[in-house]
Each structure stands twice: as structure tokens, then as C-alpha cells.
């Protein structure tokens, strides 16, 4: 792409072209479509406009109605006339890809105001983690202005480590009957959000659940991240309720990070962590095509047990190492 | 070490003493701090004599009874003279490492039985994965001769979906209320197991999970790998029923698997993804230390805005591949 052509896709863009928007996503969702001379350009305007979005990371297991409260949040944040970005993770499920559908439906009442975005882009493989593209659109999204950037996660493996790792914000969205995620937390193997949702507060077990979450972060003095003591809020989403708390405690938990220097922490580490996120993934598809290519002889030999995998991972490392 | 003493462990080992398969386990769960002559030698050793055991991954929350239906199974195991050796992975959790003390004790009816090997092994953080040093533990129990190898874990993140790539049969426990991993099921969030147990089947809602599942399968037609219809169980582990039932299944599964040539394919399919994983391994740890080294100048632009991710990420691999 021209330069001439890059600067006035960013100049509309920047000016909140919708149309111009949707075109720069796109490019920098799939960077190696492109020389990287576009790619960097574009995002380093972007980048030295960023650092002022919060990333608010909502994870949950299918069927708590993260879609819904987000819709809800939506709303409350462009009351205050706030600009949001929602980045949806798709888990790319090689059994259905259906679910996804309907959060788009859901989310349809926001669809035809222009400071509110909502993408989808795909996660590697279900339990994988974030895309090299996902960490750019993050990016992309905070260069564009938008003041609220909200990540929204099945809430599985390396993902959900990825969006902690990338979030200011991690809300943690549960429902009545979580017995499961709650033994996970004492067990010490769910990680901790800063504020949890217990959503479907209209449920008659959803005051059971408040209390046992509650009790746990008390007793176990749990804190999250930058020590905040995370907080825990009765939401439904459908009836409204429990939403404008849950705005305040989000703005608590922002106010929180700023006094104390961590919010610019926070994206210092977002940024390292997306380097490391995407040349993970750059070295591990090399090696995918190495070990095509190169490793045949090798592979047959630890298949047959005359070579043992870690003697078998050195080797072609080393030998790797010397043709690279 | 030297090829003599090399000889003279596995021999023992292999003769099935304790304390020689003990100490050889030690070696190839380290096995960086020994030289790779050794390492190579004991497991080529191995290896060229493996390839017979089933490997039997089982997956489940925290909470539903993994454990205890394990000490079950080897009852069952024991009870055809089968040796039976246990691998059982440790979240590593960054809160709590207290549950594991629990699943020693309840096992400890069988740590007087020389034919039976419980081993715990760490993964990767909570999330990130088996080890290295879990697979060459695999191969090695292969090849001393076990004819059963049960990996435990907590069934979260890429350690479950690397326990499913180095099984033959995956179990997926499951416990009356287990609402959330239904809804993952139907979204599809949920690999697929070759037999689900219900487990605490004396609880009221059991049956109600029993008929969820088995109309989920029936209805979308699943299968897991090589074409299985995967098989649902109620089980009590504390009371003993269904052990017997769930016994004939697990042989069910790995007739199936033999009479198609799938359960040799598994073991291939198992050894080149060892590979994979190692050579992951390696490589991650490879970058950590360069970025660390090498990297900050690049960081630092990448933190400020002036270089992108996606570019810095690119430049590092380019360097990378020149000097190493």
C-alpha cells in the first residue's frame, strides 16, 4: 500500500470513518497479507496515539450470558458518551461454530450506532490462546480512540491466560449453580478475576453463590492483580439490574490502578507480552514446516523407539540452529 | 553415567525393582541435568520395548472424584494381574498446591503393591501444558512393562488437550450438577471423551446428567477420534457400582482400537507429538533468554509506541535466525 494511501485511510479513520475503521481492521488482521512497511506504519501511528483505552477482559463458561451483560455495559458507557470496541474470541470449535451467531444477534441494538465496534476474530484453536492478530487489534482499537476496549473470552486455557495478561479489567462472569468454578477457585486453579459477576441474580441460588465467593476472597484473602481485593457483584443482565454497580465498580477498580502508577504498568506489559505472544507463534510455525520438510528421517526414527523425543527435539533444534 | 551402570539399572528396573525403576524415572524426569548419552541409551532402551501399554487419560473438575475412581480402576487392574502406573499431573497452581496431598492419601491402598507406580509430575503453570518430562515418563512406564497408564490431570487448558494426543482412551469424569460442562458440550467449547462417567451416581440429579449426555451424543452424532460413539457410565467410586461396567467399556474402547490398527496409530501419532512438544519446549525457553538478552532495545520501542508488536516480533526472529 502507498503511503499516500495508508495516510488517508488513517486520516479517516482517526476522523471515525466507520467504512475506513472496518478497511484498517481488516489489514491489520491478517498483517501477513501485506508488506511489512504497511503494517508497520499503520500501527505506529496508531501506537503512539494509544495507551489511553481500558481493556476490560470478560470471561465466563458458555451459557453464564457474558453477550448479554456486555450489551448491557455497552449501554451504560455510551450514556456516557464513552466510544467502545468489543473484541469477541471466537473459540473456533472444530464441532460448531454456531454459538457465535447468536452473540451477534444479541449485540444487534448497538450495531447501528458508529462510536460502538464489535469484530470477531479467531483464537488458535479452542484452548490456544490470542492470535498474533487479536493483540494488534487491541492495539489498533486504543490508537483509534476508543475509550472502553472490551475483550470478551470463552474462558479456556492459554486464552484466558492471554486475556489476563492483556487486560486491565478481568470480570469474571458466573451464574447460579457454579459449584464447579468455585471448587476450582479453592482448589487454587481458576485464576483470579478482579471482579466477579454473578449473573441471573434472579435465580434462587444466586445468593449462595454471592456468599461462597464472597466468604472465599474474605477468608483467603485473596488479591488480584496490583493488589486490589477482588469484588463481587449480583447482576441480571436481563432484567438490568445490578449493571450501573457494576459500571462504578469498574470505574473503582480503573481509579485503583491509576493512583497507583499501574494502569501505564499495565500496558508496558501488554506490549512485551503481545512481542512474545507473536514470536512464539512465528517460531512455532517455522518448526511445524521444518519438521514437514526436514524432520521425516528423524520423526520415523522416534516412531520406531530408536530415538527417544527429547534426544529427537535437541538434534533438530541444533541442527535448526545451524541452517536458520 | 557410565554404560555399564546404565545397564545394570535398567536391568533391574526392567526385572521390575522398586528402587531401580524409581531412581531411572528421577533421571528421565530431569533429564537436563544428565548427559544426553544417558538419557538416549535408557530411553532408546525403553522405547524399542514399549509401544504395548494403553494409555488411559482421565480428565474431570476439580472435585468430581478423579482420584478415588482411579484407586478403583487399578483394584480392577490388579485383579487380572495387570501393572498398573499412575501419572498424575500437578496444576502447579500459583495459590494452592494442598489438594495433592489428598489424592497420595487416598491412593495409599496401593502403595504397598510393587505392580503398581503412582508418580506426580508438574506441568507448565496451570494451563500451559504437559511437560517434557511427561512424556518421556510415559514412554519409559511403556516401556517397563506396564500393561495400564492412567494420567490424571485437572482437565484444564493445553494440558487436557495434550492429555487427549498421547492417550488411547480419554475418560471424562463428570458429577451430578455438572450444568457448565453440559453447556460447553452443546457449544461445542468441550472436547470430546471416548467414555463419560457420571460420577456420585447415588446423588439425585446423576440421572438427570446421564440422559443429558447420552442424548447430546446420540443427537448430534459425535464421535471422537477413529470413530468411536463415546460411551456414557454412572459410576459410584465410593460405593464401587459401575466400576466393573466402566472396566468393560475401557476394554471395549481399546478392542475397537486394536481390530481398526488405531491403537499402533495412537502410539505413532503420541511419539511425533512428544517431538513437537519438546522442541516447543526448548525453543520458548530459547526465546525467554534471548529477549531477555538480546531484546530490550526493541522492547523498549515496542513499549513507547514506536514499533509494533507484530514488526518487533519479526526483527527479533530475523536477528534469531542469523546469529544462532
Redo the contacts between chains.
Keep these: 500500500m502507498s503511503k499516500n494511501n495508508i495516510d488517508t485511510l488513517l486520516y479517516r479513520a482517526l476522523n471515525g470513518d466507520i467504512r475506513a475503521i472496518s478497511k484498517l481492521l481488516t489489514i491489520i488482521e491478517f498483517?501477513a497479507d501485506h508488506d511489512?512497511e504497511t503494517?508497520?506504519s499503520i500501527?505506529?501511528n496508531l501506537?503512539?496515539?494509544?495507551?489511553k483505552a481500558h481493556i476490560i477482559g470478560v470471561t465466563g463458561?458458555?451459557?453464564v450470558g457474558k453477550s448479554t451483560l456486555i450489551s448491557k455495559l455497552i449501554s451504560l458507557f455510551r450514556d456516557r458518551n464513552e466510544r467502545v470496541a468489543v473484541l469477541s474470541i471466537d473459540?473456533s470449535?472444530?464441532?460448531?461454530?454456531?454459538?457465535f451467531m447468536g452473540n451477534r444477534i444479541r449485540m444487534q441494538s448497538h450495531s447501528l450506532d458508529p462510536n460502538v465496534f464489535i469484530r470477531s476474530t479467531a483464537t488458535r484453536?479452542?484452548?490456544?490462546g490470542l492470535s498474533?492478530s487479536s493483540?494488534?487489534l487491541i492495539?489498533a482499537f486504543d490508537g483509534l480512540g476508543f475509550d472502553k476496549i472490551i475483550i470478551e473470552s470463552?474462558g479456556?486455557?492459554?486464552t484466558?491466560?492471554d486475556i489476563i495478561n492483556v487486560s486491565h479489567t478481568v470480570i469474571n462472569v458466573l451464574m447460579p449453580?457454579?459449584?464447579?468454578?468455585i471448587?476450582?477457585m479453592?482448589?487454587?486453579?481458576m485464576?483470579?478475576g478482579d471482579i466477579y459477576v454473578v449473573n441471573k441474580s434472579d435465580k434462587p441460588e444466586a445468593d449462595l453463590v454471592y456468599r461462597q465467593l464472597t466468604e472465599i476472597i474474605r477468608s483467603s484473602k485473596y488479591k488480584s492483580k496490583y493488589g486490589w481485593v477482588p469484588k463481587v457483584v449480583k447482576v441480571s443482565s436481563i432484567m438490568g439490574h445490578g449493571i450501573s454497580e457494576l459500571g462504578d465498580i469498574i470505574d473503582e477498580h480503573r481509579k485503583f490502578l491509576i493512583d497507583r502508577g499501574s494502569f501505564s504498568d499495565i500496558?508496558?506489559h501488554r506490549?512485551?507480552y503481545?512481542?512474545?505472544?507473536?514470536?512464539?507463534?512465528?517460531?512455532?510455525e517455522k518448526?511445524?514446516k521444518d519438521?514437514k520438510k526436514d524432520?521425516s528421517d528423524?520423526?520415523d526414527k522416534?516412531?520406531s523407539?530408536?530415538?527417544?523425543?527429547?534426544?529427537?527435539?535437541?538434534t533438530?533444534?541444533n541442527k535448526?540452529?545451524k541452517t536458520?
Design positions: 498483517p511489512i503494517i508497520s500501527m505506529r501506537m503512539n496515539r494509544g495507551g463458561s458458555p451459557g473459540p470449535s472444530p464441532f460448531t461454530l454456531g454459538s484453536g479452542v484452548t490456544g498474533p493483540v494488534l492495539e470463552v479456556v486455557g492459554q484466558d491466560v449453580g457454579a459449584g464447579d468454578e471448587q476450582a479453592k482448589a487454587g486453579i485464576e483470579i500496558i508496558i506490549r512485551v503481545s512481542v512474545e505472544l507473536i514470536l512464539k507463534y512465528i517460531i512455532e518448526i511445524r519438521l524432520g528423524i520423526l522416534v516412531v523407539g530408536n530415538i527417544d523425543p527429547y534426544t529427537a527435539s535437541l533438530i533444534y535448526l540452529a536458520c
